[in-house]
């Protein structure tokens, strides 16, 4: 959108030069810490611990990889995470869709009632304690399926998933309807093949938060083989318990073809978090989208 | 006269009740769809609420939730009377306020700053490469931090020691504690909080600024008198959540990052209440804490709609 006619002026061309500068700057401010982290992975204890800016490791070594990848509580927690993924994307899509689709529709009796008690629950809750002790009551501690029932639907993606059903034109499902289909079928075979965008744009947003959850699985889950991926990575990381690391002992003295527990922790981020990091350019765009939708009146 | 006035009511009231059956029948194809997924709304997120009476209850494990005794507003005195909860309350609402100051200027700079760069494709990576950090737990972001803000390997500290000073243990230091809690959530947050502003900008009219061209203002004119002015609205709108979600603090946040070493700056709200009802088991304690949290940040909820809708017919339902 260059709109300037003309040259441009000594003070416009410094600014702009200033401002790719900055935002330079910014970037990388915005990728250092992952590429820092990135570069503790690869060192060996010795360049590890040294200060100073890194980018490269100076002399790189796998065995921090290594001893994460033969940590079999990593591996537990890849499969739980993926399974939950997996699993609890596939419903919450599965019901965002059959909540959002009767909702869209103007004739349905009592919509605006159905419509309130679902939103007053993006507003207010019972609170942490409360919830907890449902859970403890309705048998879900220490059950897989605590991880994926209680966010089942999130209010907010409902919304947006009705308000696309909403600016679908209605002719073809009235013809439908007139042909002898149900409601069930016009969903099926109509409205879900027209909203194949919005459906694959909510499963990303329901599968990322469910990669980076946490703290149901801290809060409802005791057993370490249904534990995901991020809290064992935050047992390892931030509580530093041993009993999760399980890993070499470091000796500082020899400090011979050893690792140090940054290392670990550090290769061990990393495992955590490469498969974000590769698919996140593909999909970011997905989300932008969700937040500029989601700005406009929901 | 009267017996037939009343039949006739229940005649009415009746073939009204009749009517509604009807209209449900109508579409029991959509209730089919529809009610397993008000079920869930209510088992998952109404029951819960009943647990709120615990807020004047004392909690006894044997008695569950309906035996155990009433006690009036004891826990709300005692959260009030105690020492943690009043910290934990001033603590939150000093970050929220610290987040707000800094927190909520940075995007838009961001954007203003983006908005004005002439290499599409920089911006583009650029855009991409601030978004980054959204797509992350906390959990792995706190792990990544140590590692930076550490006092002997990390960064800062390597850049503070080059100038003179001594290494510095942020997450240890209570100076130093929010100013980490506060630097890092701008850090995580503004790439993804520009997306708002740079979508406001992309719909600013092209013409007002060709106008603006033609009459020979400098683009630092036309930022001033286009670009500032059309984003009032968007900046005014955001202002009013910002400030609505004063009482919400960041549990994701500050639970991974504080140690007992900070509790005296770190410690909020959400990580009192954690910690008095999950570690403690002072569950009557814990469900008026959290009932307390969230009555004020529904009212705050409240009148952000009501003042969002006044000022332009924008709200959230």
Same mark, same amino acid.
């Given at each position: 959108?260059?709109?300037?006619?003309?040259?441009?002026?000594?003070?416009?061309?410094?600014?702009?030069?200033?401002?790719?500068?900055?935002?330079?700057?910014?970037?990388?401010?915005?990728?250092?810490?992952?590429?820092?982290?990135?570069?503790?992975?690869?060192?060996?204890?010795?360049?590890?611990?040294?200060?100073?800016?890194?980018?490269?490791?100076?002399?790189?070594?796998?065995? &921090?990889?290594?001893?994460?990848?033969?940590?079999?509580? #990593?591996?537990?927690?890849?499969?739980?995470? =993926?399974?939950? %993924? $997996? +699993?609890?994307?596939?419903?919450?899509?599965?019901?965002?869709?059959?909540?959002?689709?009767?909702?869209?529709?103007?004739?349905?009796?009592?919509?605006?009632?159905?419509?309130?008690?679902?939103?007053?629950?993006?507003?207010?809750?019972?609170?942490?304690?409360?919830?907890?002790?449902?859970?403890?009551?309705?048998?879900?501690?220490?059950?897989?399926?605590?991880?994926?029932?209680?966010?089942?639907?999130?209010?907010?993606?409902?919304?947006?998933?009705?308000?696309?059903?909403?600016?679908?034109?209605?002719?073809?499902?009235?013809?439908?309807?007139?042909? &002898?289909?149900?409601?069930?079928?016009?969903?099926?075979? #109509?409205?879900?093949?027209?909203?194949?965008? =919005?459906?694959? %744009? $909510? +499963?990303?947003?329901?599968?990322?938060?469910?990669?980076?959850?946490?703290?149901?699985?801290?809060?409802?889950?005791?057993?370490?083989?249904?534990?995901?991926?991020?809290?064992?990575?935050?047992?390892?990381?931030?509580?530093?318990?041993?009993?999760?690391?399980?890993?070499?002992?470091?000796?500082?003295?020899?400090?011979?073809?050893?690792?140090?527990?940054?290392?670990?922790?550090?290769?061990?981020?990393?495992?955590?978090?490469?498969?974000?990091?590769?698919?996140?350019?593909?999909?970011?765009?997905?989300?932008?989208?969700?937040?500029?939708?989601?700005?406009?009146?929901? | 006269?009267?017996?037939?006035?009343?039949?006739?009511?229940?005649?009415?009231?009746?073939?009204?009740?009749?009517?509604?059956?009807?209209?449900?029948?109508?579409?029991?194809?959509?209730?089919?769809?529809?009610?397993?997924?008000?079920?869930?709304?209510?088992?998952?997120?109404?029951?819960?609420?009943?647990?709120?009476?615990?807020?004047?209850?004392?909690?006894?494990?044997?008695?569950?939730?309906?035996?155990?005794?009433?006690?009036?507003?004891?826990?709300?005195?005692?959260?009030?009377?105690?020492?943690?909860?009043?910290?934990?309350?001033?603590?939150?609402?000093?970050?929220?306020?610290?987040?707000?100051?800094?927190?909520?200027?940075?995007?838009?700079?961001?954007?203003?700053?983006?908005?004005?760069?002439?290499?599409?494709?920089?911006?583009?990576?650029?855009?991409?490469?601030?978004?980054?950090?959204?797509?992350?737990?906390?959990?792995?972001?706190?792990?990544?931090?140590?590692?930076?803000?550490?006092?002997?390997?990390?960064?800062?500290?390597?850049?503070?020691?080059?100038?003179?000073?001594?290494?510095?243990?942020?997450?240890?230091?209570?100076?130093?504690?929010?100013?980490?809690?506060?630097?890092?959530?701008?850090?995580?947050?503004?790439?993804?909080?520009?997306?708002?502003?740079?979508?406001?900008?992309?719909?600013?009219?092209?013409?007002?600024?060709?106008?603006?061209?033609?009459?020979?203002?400098?683009?630092?004119?036309?930022?001033?008198?286009?670009?500032?002015?059309?984003?009032?609205?968007?900046?005014?709108?955001?202002?009013?959540?910002?400030?609505?979600?004063?009482?919400?603090?960041?549990?994701?946040?500050?639970?991974?990052?504080?140690?007992?070493?900070?509790?005296?700056?770190?410690?909020?709200?959400?990580?009192?209440?954690?910690?008095?009802?999950?570690?403690?088991?002072?569950?009557?304690?814990?469900?008026?804490?959290?009932?307390?949290?969230?009555?004020?940040?529904?009212?705050?909820?409240?009148?952000?709609?009501?003042?969002?809708?006044?000022?332009?017919?924008?709200?959230?339902?």
């Amino acid at each position: 959108m260059s709109l300037s006619i003309g040259k441009k002026s000594f003070g416009e061309k410094s600014f702009d030069v200033f401002n790719v500068v900055i935002l330079g700057l910014f970037a990388l401010t915005a990728v250092y810490p992952f590429i820092h982290v990135l570069s503790i992975s690869f060192s060996t204890p010795a360049a590890a611990n040294t200060y100073g800016l890194k980018l490269i490791p100076k002399e790189a070594t796998l065995e &921090g990889y290594r001893q994460v990848l033969n940590n079999p509580l #990593i591996w537990t927690g890849y499969a739980n995470t =993926i399974a939950r %993924t $997996i +699993a609890g994307t596939f419903l919450n899509v599965v019901f965002s869709v059959l909540c959002a689709y009767p909702l869209s529709k103007k004739y349905l009796p009592n919509r605006n009632v159905y419509t309130l008690l679902i939103v007053f629950t993006m507003f207010f809750s019972g609170g942490l304690i409360p919830t907890y002790l449902l859970m403890k009551d309705l048998g879900l501690l220490d059950n897989r399926l605590v991880l994926i029932l209680p966010g089942l639907i999130s209010p907010f993606t409902m919304i947006i998933v009705r308000n696309f059903f909403m600016s679908l034109p209605e002719e073809i499902e009235e013809s439908a309807k007139i042909d &002898g289909a149900n409601d069930l079928r016009v969903l099926f075979s #109509i409205v879900i093949p027209m909203s194949k965008p =919005i459906i694959a %744009t $909510i +499963a990303l947003w329901y599968a990322v938060s469910h990669w980076n959850a946490w703290f149901d699985a801290l809060l409802y889950l005791s057993d370490p083989n249904k534990m995901v991926l991020q809290t064992i990575l935050r047992k390892i990381v931030i509580e530093g318990s041993s009993q999760f690391q399980n890993f070499d002992t470091y000796d500082p003295v020899s400090n011979t073809n050893a690792v140090t527990p940054d290392i670990i922790k550090a290769a061990t981020i990393m495992v955590a978090t490469i498969p974000i990091i590769c698919v996140y350019p593909f999909i970011q765009k997905y989300f932008v989208k969700g937040v500029i939708v989601g700005s406009l009146k929901g | 006269m009267q017996t037939q006035a009343s039949v006739g009511r229940d005649t009415v009231k009746r073939s009204r009740f009749a009517l509604w059956i009807k209209s449900y029948w109508k579409h029991r194809y959509l209730f089919l769809m529809l009610w397993p997924c008000m079920l869930y709304f209510f088992v998952f997120k109404y029951l819960p609420m009943y647990g709120l009476v615990l807020a004047f209850k004392e909690y006894r494990f044997l008695d569950g939730i309906m035996g155990s005794p009433w006690v009036g507003l004891d826990n709300f005195r005692d959260l009030f009377g105690g020492r943690e909860f009043p910290r934990a309350l001033r603590n939150t609402l000093i970050l929220s306020s610290y987040k707000l100051i800094f927190g909520f200027p940075a995007p838009i700079v961001l954007a203003l700053l983006l908005n004005e760069l002439r290499l599409m494709l920089f911006k583009r990576v650029v855009q991409t490469l601030s978004y980054l950090p959204h797509f992350l737990s906390w959990v792995v972001l706190t792990g990544i931090f140590m590692e930076i803000f550490s006092p002997t390997r990390g960064i800062i500290n390597y850049i503070i020691s080059e100038l003179g000073g001594t290494p510095i243990f942020f997450f240890g230091d209570k100076n130093w504690f929010r100013t980490l809690l506060v630097s890092t959530e701008v850090w995580k947050s503004v790439g993804w909080g520009s997306i708002i502003y740079l979508a406001a900008l992309s719909n600013i009219d092209p013409t007002l600024y060709e106008a603006a061209v033609v009459d020979g203002a400098s683009r630092w004119r036309q930022m001033w008198h286009i670009t500032l002015p059309s984003l009032v609205p968007v900046v005014t709108i955001m202002f009013i959540f910002a400030v609505g979600g004063i009482i919400n603090d960041d549990f994701d946040q500050i639970f991974n990052f504080y140690n007992p070493a900070v509790y005296e700056v770190g410690d909020v709200l959400s990580t009192y209440t954690y910690r008095i009802g999950i570690t403690e088991m002072e569950y009557g304690l814990a469900t008026a804490s959290g009932l307390f949290i969230n009555s004020i940040a529904f009212v705050l909820i409240l009148i952000t709609n009501f003042l969002t809708k006044r000022l332009n017919n924008y709200g959230i339902w």
